[in-house]
Every structure is written in structure tokens, then in C-alpha cells.
């Protein structure tokens, strides 16, 4: 009998069928008078970083620097994402509740909101790992270089090689950035997840892709 693994999910539109700092972007220009020229340009950056034409470094960058972040945006994000689960996932959460020991969300974007959102699919917060955000002192939220391990292109193959996950080791997830943790050897299989968008430079690299949950877990 073949150990069951342990499963590593993405959460932006793996997860949650959007893009955290899409939506992060919606709510911190409201108002701002070149607001759909600079949400354009933040989702040119997300859909390069994760089809691999930018490195997370950059990518991650670049977005952070278009927004003026401050605490009060982050409520109405978890709100705005646990209404987008994935629709299989969503289906699928009291099976995930009950598998929750086995399964990891690691993710380039930052606890703040993974965390709760997660939480209400009966998923752990204590196996979480993602970036961090630290306030400065004018009172705006930036990146935590120190707690972001996930900040850098092979940040998500180190940081879950560092938190001796068990094996083997399943990598789910829709972009460049999760491939590479199973180009890395830090998982035995990579299943790109096409359910909320298929991205054919990821896809083509994995050992499986799967288009909806009940695929993803059939792989195990």
C-alpha cells in the first residue's frame, strides 16, 4: 500500500479562483484617477509571473509599489476571496476539512489573508507558508523581507524543504512559480490545476493536469 501524500496547494487561483492582489489592487485605487490604467498594468505583471516571463522577485515588486496598502484594505480582501472559492473546492471542503493534517497551502502571496481565508474551508492555519507584511512607520503595510520566503522564484521549493513536509510530496497549483518547486526536487509530482485558468507553459511541465478537485485528490 502506497503512503498517502502530502498535499501542497497553491491558493491564487488554485484555491480561490482569483488573484489576491488583483483584487487587493480593486480596493486600494478606488478613487485613484488613473485607477484602470495602473489595475491593467497589475494584471499584466500577475499574468507574466505566473506563465514565467517575470520573475516573483520583480512581479511581486513592481505590484506592491503601485499600491499605497494600508490595514483596513485586508478585511475587505478575505471577504472578496471566500466568496471566490474555486467552484470544486468550494464542493469539495468538508473532504479537504477532513484530510486538513495532510494538506499545506503555500503560496508567493502573504499570510495576512491566506490564513482566514483558508480557515473556512476547515484547512489549518499553522500549515501556511507564505510571505508577510509589516507596517511602516507612516502607517502603510509592505513586504517583511525576513518573513517572506516565498518572495523569490525558488523561495517555495526551499521554504517547504526547510519545513521537512512529509513525503511524498504532491505540488498543486497553476502557475510557473509552483512548478518549480517540483523542478527543484522539493515534491515527487507537480498536477497543474486548470479549473480557474490554464496557463500552457505550466501545464505542458506537469505530471498531471487536472481541471477540478475530485481530479486533483484521484491523482493520489
Known sequence: ????????????????????????????????????TRLARIREITAMGMD?????????????????????????????????????????????????????????????????????????????IANRLRPTASGLLELDPAASPCAVDSGMATAIEAANLGRPRVMVGDGMTDWRVRELGACERFVCFTEVVRRDPVASRADVVAGSLDDVLATG
Open 1 to 36: 500500500m502506497k503512503p498517502s501524500p502530502t498535499w501542497i496547494f497553491d491558493f491564487d487561483s488554485t484555491l480561490v479562483a482569483a488573484e489576491a492582489l488583483d483584487e487587493l489592487a480593486e480596493i486600494a485605487l478606488a478613487g485613484d484617477a488613473g485607477r484602470e
Open 52 to 128: 514565467g516571463r517575470m520573475s516573483i522577485e520583480r512581479s511581486l515588486g513592481e505590484r506592491l509599489a503601485m499600491l499605497a496598502l494600508r490595514p483596513h484594505m485586508l478585511p475587505p480582501l478575505v471577504d472578496r476571496l471566500a466568496a471566490r472559492f474555486a467552484p470544486s473546492v468550494w464542493q469539495g471542503r468538508a473532504r479537504l476539512a477532513a484530510m486538513a493534517e495532510r494538506v499545506w497551502v503555500v503560496s508567493g502571496g502573504f499570510h495576512e489573508w491566506v490564513e482566514p481565508v483558508i480557515a473556512r474551508l476547515g484547512l489549518r492555519t499553522t500549515q501556511v
